[in-house]
């Protein structure tokens, strides 16, 4: 995968506003984030492979596609052990009968 690849993909899907990338490393703001990194991408005169940017974004890519892979299995487990009610499953709760009262014999 390339740069320009890489650019489509956050254009169509876009990253949440947040995210927490490591324990030390928190992105306030991920379309800031990306700018930088297209920047410094276009900006670097060597190959491709030393930039630092580069793999700022690699990396940042790869984050976001395990994250949403596993946000969907999650969503899988949930639906799986959650399925959904049908009329045959609800019960109608039925009024017991009324009890004598107290004057009549019985």
């Known amino acids: 995968m390339n740069y320009e690849d890489i650019k489509r993909h956050f254009e169509n899907n ?17 379309q800031v984030f990306l700018k930088s990194c297209y920047i410094g991408i276009r900006n670097f005169n060597g190959p491709l492979d030393r930039c630092p940017a580069w793999w700022h974004l690699r990396d940042f890519y790869i984050l976001m ?23 045959a499953d609800t019960q109608i709760e039925e009024t017991p009968p009324a009890a004598p009262a107290e004057d009549e014999a019985v």
């Open 65 to 87: 596609k395990k994250t949403a892979q596993l946000q969907t299995a999650e969503q899988e487990i949930v639906a799986e052990s959650n399925p959904p009610e049908t009329a």
């Open 14 to 30: 876009p990253p949440p506003r947040e995210v927490t990338w490591t324990e030390w490393a928190k992105i306030t703001d991920t």
